[in-house]
């Protein structure tokens, strides 16, 4: 727990200044206008008509994506572009992308909090909520894949009288572990950090069925001393579980392309790159949702310049990270001699996709250098920019990965292009709709903010901090 | 808190006598340990100039990467901004300026190379290359282009140009505070730390390919730097943790150094453990499952001739154990098992040195280990003495730092 944030400030508090550490929740606000800001998004009797606007764009997304679903199960997986040698096309390209989406919640809420980075407070219910959506597109992805879908369950290892399990040695089966347990830590995570708010909103509630409900998801929270004791040791042991899981999730994924021998997908940095990769497009939806979010709802003195200005940093930095591993591959395909990894990398440059490739080098590497400037970190216009940007290119790094590899292999012979169809594009789509239905549903019924979490960061009065650590305060005179 | 409130008394800042004298007897101390372990190199079975080389080398990769994991650890806390280590960071600083060291210390194994050596860097030699011609064709252009005498010690000095000035920035920095006060250094050591941090990734990076990587010419990795860095920062921290308990003893840091510090260190120590371990089994379980030629002959020597017990002993002593051994808070924040898992985590970054480079030496057999332990242990020496030398002229605490108060008093549990 940092001392204290001894700098008065405005709306702005994203100066440097060393001597002193810059308020994080800025405009004057208190406990109490905390609480009446957060909860009344949820209480708010009336419509938002923008909300309500983006819900039904949303809904229709999520209503096509549903169709095509159906189209998909009645006619067969042909509906999509996959075809040999390209037999992994966009559903593999997507999933990738979900679940690399989904790992900025848990990087916030578990990370950075054994990191003691404060400002994780203000984000990290609305980054973990989205972690929890993006992971829900991602898994709709490999499950519509397996082609005949009524067996489905087989991916699990369940003991059956045909004596078939699945291959264990797949890491397509060690995805089924890593996603499922990442989805449900990251949810409990997620609930049970919400415990207490939920239990503020139901004390708050009107109506008795308002309160039923906020009631029983509240899990009989009373706001007291030995509850509060645990919570606090409950939430330090699920980060530290969650952590690994952080790591785990995308490494696993990474073993889906790096253990098998085909150029462009073996390579020993896939691991750390995958995760860092999913951290920086994670990061960069949590920004693409917070900007419009705060706007909206009128939060820019709780999520503040100065948090949007940090995200933009680990935006810059994992960036980095994922181009040195971009440079690292192109650069041991070549000092290896190998031939077949050399071409797989000029294939990626120069080959037929070399679009695709371009797009993903100036969108990942290129256009986060502009946060190297404090102008650019603190400009909405240029954050929203890039931020959508790097979502873009993340997306085509799957494909990069997924395709180019596959399309040109071992035998010219069998060399082919991929194309996707209506129904591929259909899917990505309606996979937003499905996203974003989620989180508009979140925004309106659950406290987007972690009210309980940011009241512990806020400027207190002096007397009262010293009160509590005499010692310090006698040290410090 | 206004930090400039803070009174330190002089003896907080500055080093006692005795441990001044502890860091004048260590160096002579290192260097004759260390003189012992080169006679050691030319006993027994092994014993020769080459052995004495790759001892060396080993030695040097394990105190190397100590010093630089000690570089990239001070660059994170300028970018972050980072207060709690504010009260050790001098100590972690008198190990960092010790890259211009570093070079004196690379000598031994630089000179041989310039006098046309190549039993270490087999590619040195030209007719290796050429053997290369028939079944690598695409690696001419690497050894032409790359993996050339000239260019090696280009890069070698590009390297160390970049380290040095690195490392004088961010000491000479921090010092100058001292007698200025001035808020703007910190500024100053905030904004370079982080173009600094890719800067000495790729030196790292490049720096590890060139020394360790490139004894045997044909095998890669891309995590390679990562690996390095995994264990340099682990072993770092054990190191400071142990400087900060013996800076106690003598009677330093009484009223600085607190158990919150070591809890924090350990910390960090624990989790680079975890780390190495991830990056190691990344590396390891890619190149075993798909088990192709080029990579898998780098498992395939240390899994056969006596080195799978060296590989076993790193999986449960780098990994295993100390994962379980400092899960604790309480061991982290007790300093005798604090201690004992800083001692036990170098001895292991020791080991995993000796594995990753011992066996370009003999794959057949696992040699003894006697010739290398003396000179890591004696070259640690001079390097932890003359930390301690260079330290005792300066105040051992940045004591104008506008976070010291909060590194002072921050709380951990």
Not at chain 2, 47 to 74: D, P
Request: charged fraction near 15%.
């Amino acid at each position: 727990m940092s001392l204290e944030r001894v700098m008065p400030v405005g709306l702005d508090n994203t100066s440097d200044d060393p001597s002193g550490r810059q308020a994080l929740i800025v405009n004057n606000n208190t406990y109490e206008s905390i609480t009446e800001k957060v909860c009344g998004v949820v209480e708010d009797p009336r419509i938002d008509k923008r909300w309500l606007a983006m819900f039904i764009v949303a809904l229709g997304g999520l209503g096509m994506l549903f169709s095509l679903i159906v189209y998909l199960i009645a006619t067969g997986v042909g509906v999509w572009g996959n075809n040999m040698p390209v037999a992994w096309g966009w559903p593999i390209v997507n999933f990738v992308f979900w679940v690399g989406i989904g790992h900025a919640g848990t990087l916030i809420s578990a990370i950075l909090f054994l990191l003691r980075q404060d400002w994780r407070t203000s984000i990290n219910r609305f980054a973990e909520a989205m972690t929890i959506f993006a992971v829900v597109c991602a898994g709709t992805f490999p499950g519509i894949h397996v082609g005949r879908i009524w067996l489905a369950y087989w991916l699990f290892p369940i003991p059956n009288q045909m004596l078939m399990w699945p291959n264990f040695r797949s890491p397509l089966l060690w995805d089924v572990f890593a996603v499922s347990t990442y989805a449900s830590v990251s949810t409990v995570f997620w609930y049970m950090g919400m415990i207490p708010d939920i239990a503020t909103i139901r004390d708050r509630a009107k109506h008795p069925l308002r309160r039923l409900a906020y009631g029983v998801l509240a899990l009989g929270w009373r706001q007291n001393a030995r509850a509060w004791h645990r919570y606090e040791k409950a939430y330090g042991i699920l980060a530290g579980l969650a952590t690994p899981l952080v790591l785990s999730v995308h490494t696993i994924v990474s073993f889906d392309f790096a253990v098998s021998q085909l150029p462009g997908w073996h390579t020993t940095i896939f691991p750390p790159y995958f995760v860092a990769g999913a951290i920086f497009s994670g990061f960069a939806m949590v920004v693409t949702l917070a900007v419009p979010a705060r706007a909206m709802y009128g939060m820019k003195d709780i999520i503040t310049m100065r948090h949007l200005e940090n995200m933009n940093k680990v935006i810059l930095a994992t960036g980095m990270m994922v181009g040195y591993a971009y440079a690292m591959e192109f650069f041991i395909a070549w000092y290896g001699g190998n031939r077949y990894e050399q071409f797989a990398f000029i294939n990626r440059a120069t080959g037929p996709y070399f679009w695709a490739y371009w797009i993903m080098v100036s969108c990942n590497v290129l256009s986060p250098q502009v946060f190297w400037f404090k102008k650019a970190r603190t400009s909405i216009p240029i954050m929203m920019v890039v931020a959508i940007l790097v979502n873009i290119g993340m997306w085509f790094e799957r494909f990069v990965i997924t395709v180019t590899s596959l399309s040109r292999d071992f035998m010219p012979s069998s060399w082919g292009y991929f194309k996707p169809t209506l129904v591929d594009i259909g899917m990505l789509v309606g996979s937003f709709g499905l996203f974003f239905t989620l989180f508009l549903l979140f925004l309106r019924f659950l406290p987007m903010i972690a009210m309980a979490e940011v009241k512990t960061v806020m400027n207190r009065p002096k007397q009262e901090e010293s009160a509590e650590r005499p010692e310090m305060a006698a040290s410090l005179n | 808190m206004a930090s400039h409130g803070i009174e330190l008394t002089e003896s907080d800042l500055r080093m006692p006598e005795s441990l001044r004298g502890l860091g004048g007897k260590l160096m002579p101390i290192g260097a004759v340990i260390a003189i012992i372990g080169v006679a050691l190199a030319f006993v027994g079975a092994d014993s020769g100039f080459k052995h004495f080389q790759f001892a060396y080398l080993t030695a040097y990769a394990f105190t190397m990467t100590i010093v630089l994991g000690g570089l990239i650890w001070l660059l994170i806390q300028h970018v972050f901004r980072a207060s709690w280590a504010v009260a050790i960071r001098r100590v972690g600083e008198s190990v960092v300026g010790l890259v211009p060291l570093m070079l004196v210390l690379f000598l031994p194994i630089l000179v041989p190379i310039l006098m046309h050596d190549d039993s270490m860097y087999k590619w040195l030699n030209h007719s290796y290359a050429e053997n290369d011609a028939e079944f690598l064709p695409n690696k001419q252009v690497v050894y032409g282009a790359y993996l050339n005498p000239t260019f090696f010690f280009g890069r070698l000095a590009f390297y160390f140009a970049i380290l040095i000035f690195l490392s004088r920035f961010f000491t000479k920095n921090s010092v100058a505070q001292d007698e200025t006060g001035d808020l703007a250094t910190t500024r100053k050591m905030e904004k370079f730390s982080a173009p600094a941090i890719p800067i000495f990734a790729l030196t790292l990076t490049f720096l590890g390919l060139d020394l360790l990587m490139s004894l045997d010419p044909h095998w890669f990795s891309t995590i390679w730097g990562v690996y390095l860095f995994a264990g340099g920062m682990m072993s770092f921290c054990s190191l400071l943790a142990l400087l900060c308990m013996t800076y106690q003893k003598h009677g330093a840091l009484k009223n600085v150094v607190r158990k919150d510090h070591y809890h924090d260190l350990g910390k960090l120590m624990f989790a680079f453990v975890i780390f190495w371990s991830y990056i190691a089994f990344s590396q390891y379980i890619l190149i075993w499952y798909a088990h192709i030629p080029e990579e898998i002959t780098f498992f395939d020597k240390r899994q056969n001739n006596g080195w799978e017990w060296v590989s076993v002993t790193l999986i449960f002593g780098h990994f295993a154990i100390p994962l379980l051994g400092l899960l604790s808070k309480h061991v982290k924040r007790h300093k005798p098992t604090l201690a004992f898992w800083a001692v036990w985590l170098l001895v292991m970054h020791l080991l995993d040195m000796f594995w990753v480079v011992m066996p370009n030496f003999t794959s057949g057999h696992v040699p003894l280990p006697f010739a290398t332990i003396a000179l890591a242990v004696g070259m640690l020496a001079i390097v932890v003495g003359a930390s301690i030398r260079s330290a005792s002229t300066k105040s051992i605490v940045a004591r104008r730092d506008p976070r010291l108060g909060e590194s002072m008093a921050y709380h951990n549990v």
